[in-house]
């Protein structure tokens, strides 16, 4: 074989890579983004429209026909076109038999119709094989390129074959497809688009109440309770004194309820004898917000590192460090140095830092990005072992940094607990439980439980 042959082969067009036409009915705004992704994937497209007349909005390489016309070019058919109009595709049913239609509808409210889009296309065209795809996809994220949010695209149908064609197309456009299973999951697929971070509600409004309280609990103790018992004015304790408190206690707070629900389901199964029992609902719904919540804590540390860095800035920092200096200067007497107070001061910040550092590390192992590249053990590791470190060493930040206050009695400011008292129920529960949890009998028979082992078991070996 000489050597211009090869050359030859290579500049040959590979036949194999031809794609197929694919039939796009609807001109609008999805129809044509689709189509011009569609075209630079090199697929021949054709459009299926009211008008077949060419406007300069339909891109240049698309053929625009009659609907029967067009659904004849092609073996797959996109029905970029809202649910209310697909009357109008009955009389084409016989042009639409054995073709893969793909759904790629939404609705404007969730669960608006008794059936979703995708069998409602199924039950008017019975000879054709509907695909739901794509609509989770936008028109504009299609046109402008910025898919990095919605690359997902979920499919489902009930003819695996044509679930396939149309995974492929959505590979060769760039974009991952995810197999949701049978037509019967279009309606959740359809819902996805109208929700509004689905996962998110339970642990926001748990850290909005939270925080609420906490800020009107520091607000009654630091500034109410200051003004009419000593008569000062520390009303601008609101900008950084008390979001300082706040954030620390709801961070820990947040932190300790990311593994609280894990020693529930733990006491649940070892009561129960078996995990072969679903959980409460309550309990399988905190279990699912566990990642939110923790990311909401990391939110509460951050800002609680800033509002500390800036500290030294502020006028009563200032203040009061002077008033010091001046009170042993006209007393002339030089304090000396503290050594507990060193030694606590030193340990609580570094067991902050150290805290803080592995808070980052759980944020981070658990961005998608990072926790796909690591193995379940290596992930479970990061997630449980270094979680339950983090909680230890922000517990303990805050029992050597509040634990003073706990005996005195001006902590108990008519009769109500300082908030690092409060903040600190849960975590030590959750570490004290944990520690219980842990011991060998009690671990052992967990595991066993974990692994199948039952105490009554319903199906006798
Ligand atoms: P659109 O801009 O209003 O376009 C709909 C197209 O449907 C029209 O351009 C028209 O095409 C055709 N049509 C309208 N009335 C018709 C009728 N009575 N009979 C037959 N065809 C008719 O809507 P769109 O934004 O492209 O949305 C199309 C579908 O994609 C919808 O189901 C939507 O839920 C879904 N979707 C849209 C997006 C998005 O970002 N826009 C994202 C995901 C899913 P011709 O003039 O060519 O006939």
Not at 284 to 299: H, N, T
Request: net charge positive; proline share 5%; with cysteine.
């Amino acid at each position: 074989m000489n050597k211009n042959s090869s050359n030859t082969m290579a500049l040959a067009p590979n036949t194999s890579n031809k794609r197929e036409t694919v039939c796009i009915f609807g001109t609008g705004d999805f129809g044509r983004a689709l189509g011009h992704k569609m075209i630079q994937s090199g697929y021949p497209v054709v459009y299926g429209s009211r008008s077949t007349q060419i406007s300069n909005l339909i891109p240049k390489d698309a053929e625009v026909l009659g609907h029967a016309e067009a659904a004849q070019k092609a073996a797959i058919i996109i029905i970029a076109i809202q649910r209310q109009h697909y009357n109008f595709l009955t009389p084409l049913s016989e042009v639409l038999r054995g073709k893969v239609l793909v759904d790629i509808s939404n609705n404007l409210k969730l669960n608006q119709y008794p059936e979703s889009n995708a069998e409602h296309l199924a039950q008017l065209l019975p000879g054709s094989k509907v695909v739901k795809a794509f609509n989770t996809v936008s028109a504009w994220a299609l046109q402008s390129g910025t898919l990095d949010a919605s690359r997902q695209v979920f499919v489902c149908g009930d003819d695996v074959e044509a679930k396939q064609m149309v995974m492929n197309i959505v590979r060769a456009l760039g974009l991952t497809p995810l197999d949701k299973g049978s037509l019967l999951a279009a309606q959740e697929i359809e819902n996805y688009p109208l929700q509004l971070f689905p996962m998110w509600k339970f642990p926001i409004f748990l850290s909005l109440g939270l925080t609420a309280f906490f800020f009107l609990y520091c607000v009654v103790l630091d500034i109410i309770y200051t003004y009419i018992y000593e008569k000062k004015d520390f009303s601008f304790f609101i900008a950084i004194t008390i979001p300082n408190r706040v954030c620390p206690v709801m961070a820990l707070i947040l932190l300790a309820l990311v593994y609280l629900p894990g020693i529930f389901a733990a006491i649940i199964q070892l009561y129960r004898g078996t995990k072969y029992r679903r959980f409460p609902d309550w309990l399988d719904k905190w279990m699912l917000g566990r990642k939110q919540l923790g990311l909401i804590a990391l939110a509460f540390a951050s800002l609680h590192a800033v509002f500390t860095l800036v500290t030294p800035l502020r006028a009563f920092a200032s203040w009061r460090t002077g008033k010091g200096i001046i009170s042993q200067a006209l007393n002339n007497k030089t304090e000396p140095l503290n050594h507990t107070n060193a030694w606590l001061s030193d340990s609580y910040l570094a067991l902050g830092i150290l805290g803080f550092f592995l808070f980052v590390l759980l944020g981070i192992t658990s961005l998608p990005s990072v926790s796909n590249n690591v193995n379940w053990r290596e992930f479970r590791f990061v997630q449980s072992k270094l979680g339950y470190l983090a909680l230890i060493l922000c517990t303990a930040h805050t029992l050597v940094y509040g634990g003073k206050w706990f005996l005195s009695p001006s902590a108990y400011k008519w009769y109500l607990p300082n908030i690092y008292i409060l903040s600190l129920i849960v975590p030590c529960a959750v570490l004290v439980v944990k520690f219980v949890l842990i011991f060998p009998c009690i671990d052992k028979r967990l595991t066993q439980i974990r692994q199948g082992w039952e105490r009554n078991p319903k199906f006798s070996k």
